[in-house]
Each structure stands twice: as structure tokens, then as C-alpha cells.
T-cell receptor, first 116, second 115 residues
Framework: GAGVSQSPSNKVTEKGKDVELRCDPISGHTALYWYRQSLGQGLEFLIYFQGNSAPDKSGLPSDRFSAERTGGSVSTLTIQRTQQEDSAVYLC??????????????FGPGTRLTVL | AQSVTQLGSHVSVSEGALVLLRCNYSSSVPPYLFWYVQYPNQGLQLLLKYTTGATLVKGINGFEAEFKKSETSFHLTKPSAHMSDAAEYFCAVSGEISNTDKLIFGTGTRLQVFP
């Protein structure tokens, strides 16, 4: 079947604009993660969804960042009032669940965000 | 909090030579350890992982890693490098929070393979 897909693959925006990044996880995967990969910070965890549980938002860098997961499937990461330091590759991953690292996280190809 | 240190941001080897990528971790709980590979303009792909049990873990593409608790290390090795192994490699740890598997990554090591 299809892997994790993300759209758009590239996004260029102007400082101060809002952006939405989309992630389609693998069908049947209940866990979904967002990570950010940037030159300055490396790969860092942003947010995690598992089924109907409250998301773990502990990695979101500011209140300009938010994410939702509708119907337990597709997720959207929204960045409001973008800043140049938000420029990065945003990676989405999904897995069958969470159980002591047993379930592999499958990563999408990422969305490269450039804030001018 | 858990953390990962990868020694050497760049490693260069000749084709056929041993590959050794170093990873040390810090964790207050028994860690789950992972190696991921990232090819240019692609997402991350799991090479191998250690959760419990045997400390020598074999992964895809001929890679293996050994969990050494006494040294807090999880180094990645491959006996003979191929040109196709050129990529960036990330070591990661999880397990501190029991109800999530969020990954804490190292800064990555870029592997170059010369003919």
C-alpha cells in the first residue's frame, strides 16, 4: 500500500503569512507524529497524536504552531504568522501504535518550508 | 531527559572498508534505540532498532549495531561499505515517556563512500 504522504512538497511563503501542511498517514496507523528538521536545531519532535487521546504538544516551539487530526487520519500542521526561523523541513510519521518502541515509525518525504 | 550524541558530523570511507558510526545516549530509563537513514530529498527509513533482548541487532542493508549499557553506546557498523550507503544517518532514542514513542534524534552523521 501507499506510504505516508505529505503536501505540499515545497512551500515558499512571506514572513507573517499563515501556512498549512498536510499529512496522510498509512491507512490503519493510529499514531501520528510531526517532526521538524532544520539546520540549526536538527531533527526535533513537535507533536504526537494517538487515537482519541489528547495529543502530546510538548514539542511545539510556540503558540503560533498548532495541529489537528481529523477523523483519526489526516493531520494538518498550521503555522501562523510565519517567521524566518520557521524555515525547515517538516516531517510526518505514522505507526500502528505505541508500545515500547515496537512499532516502526514510517516517515513521509517531508514538506520543505521557506519563509522569505 | 533523554539525549543522543553522534560523534562526527561527517565520515568518509572507501568502498569495501568498514563503516563505523558512533552514537552515545543518555537516559534515566531503559532506552529504546534506533538508527535511521536519510537519502537526499527523502524521508527517514528505519535501519534497525533495539528495544529489549539481544544486544546485537541486525538491520537492513547489512548494517548492525550493538547496545552496550556500560558504555551507553549504540554504534552502527557495516563490514564493507557500498557506494549506495552514502547518506545521512541518525541515531535516536525513546522510551522516557511510557505512552508515546516520540523520538529524540542525534544531529546526524553524513557518510561519504569513495570508490
Amino acid at each position: 500500500g501507499a506510504g505516508v504522504s505529505q503536501s505540499p512538497s515545497n512551500k515558499v511563503t512571506e514572513k507573517g503569512k499563515d501556512v498549512e501542511l498536510r499529512c496522510d498517514p498509512i491507512s490503519g496507523h493510529t499514531a501520528l507524529y510531526w517532526y521538524r528538521q532544520s539546520l540549526g536545531q536538527g531533527l526535533e519532535f513537535l507533536i504526537y497524536f494517538q487515537g482519541n487521546s489528547a495529543p502530546d504538544k510538548s514539542g511545539l516551539p510556540s503558540d503560533r504552531f498548532s495541529a489537528e487530526r481529523t477523523g483519526g487520519s489526516v493531520s494538518t500542521l498550521t503555522i501562523q504568522r510565519t517567521q524566518q526561523e520557521d524555515s525547515a523541513v517538516y516531517l510526518c510519521a505514522s505507526s500502528l501504535g505505541t508500545s515500547g518502541g515496537i512499532f516502526e515509525q514510517f516517515f513521509g518525504p517531508g514538506t520543505r518550508l521557506t519563509v522569505l | 531527559a533523554q539525549s543522543v550524541t553522534q560523534l562526527g558530523s561527517h565520515v568518509s570511507v572507501s568502498e569495501g572498508a568498514l563503516v563505523l558510526l558512533r552514537c552515545n545516549y543518555s537516559s534515566s530509563v531503559p532506552p529504546y534505540l534506533f538508527w535511521y537513514v536519510q537519502y537526499p530529498n527523502q524521508g527517514l527509513q528505519l535501519l534497525l532498532k533495539y528495544t529489549t533482548g539481544a544486544t546485537l541487532v541486525k538491520g537492513i542493508n547489512g548494517f548492525e549495531a550493538e547496545f552496550k549499557k556500560s558504555e551507553t553506546s549504540f554504534h552502527l557498523t557495516k563490514p564493507s561499505a557500498h557506494m549506495s550507503d552514502a547518506a545521512e544517518y541518525f541515531c535516536a532514542v525513546s522510551g522516557e515517556i511510557s505512552n508515546t514513542d516520540k523520538l529524540i534524534f542525534g544531529t546526524g552523521t553524513r557518510l561519504q563512500v569513495f570508490p
